[in-house]
């Protein structure tokens, strides 16, 4: 089993950057898949970025070239960089965990507003 805890949240301007972490703890966090999901309200939960225990990466096309996921295995935490962010990325983001069963974090709420 793994627990999960989002922090880096915040509220940010257009155009701005925010980077979320996600804390990984009760499992061998190194042989996890994880990834980042978001939900707006009203919307349903959708990919934002995955990465596999070997490094393996990919990204919805949404936020492809601005966000970048990343993982510390001596650190169990993996990483949501944001770049370049647009009012359309706000949503809460929930980091997830895969090695067949999934584990998902509390969720961390990220506003991109003027």
């Known amino acids: 089993q793994v627990q999960l805890v989002e922090s880096g949240g915040g509220l940010v301007q257009p155009g701005g950057s925010l980077r979320l972490s996600c804390a990984a703890s009760g499992s061998i966090f190194s042989f996890y898949a994880m990834g980042w999901y978001r939900q707006a309200p009203g919307k349903q939960r959708e990919l934002v970025a995955t990465i596999t225990s070997g490094g393996v990466t990919n990204y919805a096309d949404s936020v492809k070239g601005r966000f970048t996921i990343s993982r510390d295995n001596a650190k169990n935490t993996a990483y949501l960089q944001m770049n370049s962010l647009k009012p359309e990325d706000t949503a809460v983001y929930y980091c997830?965990?895969?090695?067949?069963?999934?584990?998902w974090g509390q969720g961390t709420q990220v506003t991109v507003s003027s």
């Open positions: 997830h965990a895969n090695r067949g069963v999934a584990y």
